[in-house]
Nanobody
């Protein structure tokens, strides 16, 4: 049974930084793709960033240059370093991983950017 455990959310002032992590366990295979999504109140869930098993990264226009996605050498943990945070970055952040042909989602972690 694959499990995803997210951590690192919290409250931060505009301009501040947070680092999210998502650890996958329960599979003998490393994820092919690992992504971060977010969902703000009253809005649809949106894709934020992704990283392949070969380390190729992609970003939504809204976060490019401010967020950095990475994964550990074992390939089972994905991180999202978020800098220069804005109030519009406030959302619940979810990680999603693809193992084989199955997608798995984390439980979500709240990020609030406010004074």
């Amino acid at each position: 049974q694959v499990q995803l455990v997210e951590s690192g959310g919290g409250l931060v002032q505009p301009g501040g930084s947070l680092r999210l992590s998502c650890a996958a366990s329960g599979s003998r295979f490393s994820p092919y793709f690992m992504d971060w999504y977010r969902q703000a109140p009253g809005k649809q869930r949106e894709w934020v960033a992704g990283i392949t098993d070969r380390g190729i990264t992609t970003y939504a226009d809204s976060v490019r240059g401010r967020f950095t996605i990475s994964r550990d050498t074992a390939g089972n943990t994905v991180n999202l370093q978020m800098n220069s945070l804005k109030s519009e970055d406030t959302a619940v952040y979810y990680c999603k991983v693809l193992i084989g042909s199955t997608e798995y989602w984390g439980q979500g972690t709240q990020v609030t950017v406010s004074n």
